[in-house]
């Protein structure tokens, strides 16, 4: 059985930055592409970016150049990295993985307000 746990939501000013963290209890994180995703509040869950085993990323177009996507294999740890952050930021943010079936973490809060 695969959990992944999310950590690091906070308040935070715009303008601010946040490191979120997904720690996962198995050695998934350098065998599968770990993902991103949110939810804002009233809205669908939403994809937010994704790094490949290769270590190559991809964004949605609204947090391109603010956020970047890392992992760290030995620690079984993908990375959310979110600089300018504005309130439509606002959100759970969940890690996720697709291995035989899709795998979700909690989520963690994150909210942009001054």
């Known amino acids: 059985q695969v959990q992944l746990v999310e950590s690091g939501g906070a308040l935070v000013q715009p303008g601010g930055s946040l490191r979120l963290s997904c720690a996962a209890s198995g050695s998934v994180v350098g065998l599968y592409a770990m993902r991103w995703y949110r939810e804002p509040p009233g809205q669908q869950r939403e994809f937010v970016g994704e790094v490949t085993t290769s270590g190559g990323t991809r964004y949605r177009d609204s947090v391109k150049g603010r956020f970047t996507i890392s992992r760290d294999n030995a620690k079984n740890t993908v990375y959310l990295q979110m600089d300018s952050v504005i309130p439509a930021d606002t959100a759970v943010y969940y890690c996720?993985?697709?291995?035989?079936?899709?795998?979700w973490g909690q989520g963690t809060q994150v909210t942009v307000s001054s």
């Open positions: 996720t993985f697709r291995g035989v079936r899709d795998w």
